[in-house]
């Protein structure tokens, strides 16, 4: 069993855009983080965002806004952005307060400013294979995690569980695209699936995105199985000083024995999200200086 060490190859691309960023003559890319409200788990997930595009020489804005904004200021700021030329790239930190919809307010970013690929028309940009779109960054970075750990996807069957818009769907295209990784047999499953274990025992590569804790069990996968663990839940825990534990979706001390690759978490595919953020955030500076 080979344990994917998430963090070793997200510092790898941080290394890498590190370079090239200063190479750059002149400017230097910008990302605008807006965050409504101050959920810990957003207050948390930010920082180490700007901390990351701080190490490479990305200027990063953070712009804070109450809980209760109205949708209509919260537009403004994000129009604001979008016609700001010094901005390339803005993210809007998800969940947001549930008066407003998520979906109306991704949508409100400009796609070529859109670093965190929600923007509808990025999506189908994904669907139709054109790598001018930006790719949700979660994904992304498991394909990362997958080309960097030498894991085969041609041929092999990829099995996704979850089908949200931000992890499952992206990744099951990006599975099934014409090129590498990729060219995968796909089945996506979800929590109406029937017989779900006898479909993810199936499984070559097992991504694993339904957001239970220790929801994949060691007879649930097969001999073999290369194991992508997206899930971040808190469980119970006495022993520790805050009370809780990190744990994945896929329990880990069951399955970690069958499997040829596996994702620890913390430390798998959490540190990957940020460090593909700063690579389209970067890939949005260089296709705005060409406009």
Same mark, same amino acid.
Do not use: W
């Given at each position: 069993?080979?344990?994917?060490?998430?963090?070793? $190859?997200?510092? #790898?691309? %941080? !290394?890498?855009?590190?370079?090239? /960023?200063?190479? &750059?003559?002149?400017?230097?890319? *910008?990302?605008?983080?807006?965050?409504?409200?101050?959920?810990?788990?957003?207050?948390?997930?930010?920082?180490?965002?700007?901390?990351?595009?701080?190490?490479?020489?990305?200027?990063?804005?953070?712009?804070?806004?109450?809980?209760?904004?109205?949708?209509?200021?919260?537009?403004?700021?994000?129009?604001?952005?979008?016609?700001?030329?010094?901005?390339?790239?803005?993210?809007?930190?998800?969940?947001?307060?549930?008066?407003?919809?998520?979906?109306?307010?991704?949508?409100?970013?400009?796609?070529?400013?859109?670093?965190?690929?929600?923007?509808?028309?990025?999506?189908?940009?994904?669907?139709?294979?054109?790598?001018?779109?930006?790719?949700?960054?979660?994904?992304?970075?498991?394909?990362?995690? $997958?080309?960097? #750990?030498? %894991? !085969?996807?041609?041929?092999?069957? /990829?099995?996704? &569980?979850?089908?949200?818009?931000? *992890?499952?769907?992206?990744?099951?295209?990006?599975?099934?695209?014409?090129?590498?990784?990729?060219?995968?047999?796909?089945?996506?499953?979800?929590?109406?699936?029937?017989?779900?274990?006898?479909?993810?025992?199936?499984?070559?590569?097992?991504?694993?995105?339904?957001?239970?804790?220790?929801?994949?069990?060691?007879?649930?996968?097969?001999?073999?199985?290369?194991?992508?663990?997206?899930?971040?839940?808190?469980?119970?825990?006495?022993?520790?000083?805050?009370?809780?534990?990190?744990?994945?979706?896929?329990?880990?001390?069951?399955?970690?024995?069958?499997?040829?690759?596996?994702?620890?978490?913390?430390?798998?595919?959490?540190?990957?999200?940020?460090?593909?953020?700063?690579?389209?955030?970067?890939?949005?500076?260089?296709?705005?200086?060409?406009?």
């Amino acid at each position: 069993m080979k344990l994917i060490d998430g963090n070793a $190859i997200a510092e #790898s691309i %941080i !290394e890498e855009l590190a370079v090239e /960023v200063g190479q &750059l003559s002149g400017k230097k890319p *910008v990302v605008a983080f807006i965050r409504v409200g101050d959920d810990p788990a957003s207050v948390s997930y930010v920082r180490k965002k700007e901390k990351a595009a701080e190490r490479i020489g990305i200027e990063s804005r953070l712009y804070l806004l109450a809980e209760d904004v109205s949708k209509e200021e919260l537009f403004a700021q994000i129009d604001g952005l979008n016609a700001d030329d010094k901005v390339n790239g803005i993210l809007i930190q998800a969940p947001l307060p549930k008066h407003i919809d998520e979906t109306e307010t991704f949508n409100r970013v400009l796609p070529d400013k859109d670093v965190d690929g929600f923007n509808t028309l990025n999506i189908g940009k994904l669907c139709q294979e054109d790598e001018d779109g930006f790719v949700a960054c979660t994904p992304a970075g498991i394909v990362e995690l $997958i080309e960097r #750990s030498g %894991i !085969e996807t041609e041929g092999k069957h /990829v099995v996704v &569980l979850g089908r949200s818009q931000i *992890v499952g769907k992206p990744a099951a295209l990006l599975m099934m695209r014409k090129a590498l990784p990729g060219n995968a047999t796909v089945t996506v499953c979800h929590s109406r699936t029937t017989d779900l274990p006898s479909i993810t025992r199936q499984a070559d590569v097992l991504i694993a995105a339904i957001g239970r804790a220790n929801f994949v069990t060691g007879d649930m996968v097969k001999d073999g199985v290369a194991v992508i663990d997206v899930g971040i839940n808190r469980v119970e825990d006495a022993t520790k000083e805050r009370g809780y534990r990190l744990v994945g979706d896929v329990e880990f001390e069951a399955v970690a024995p069958k499997s040829s690759h596996i994702t620890p978490v913390p430390g798998g595919v959490g540190p990957m999200t940020v460090a593909m953020l700063m690579h389209n955030t970067l890939r949005a500076f260089k296709a705005a200086k060409v406009k």
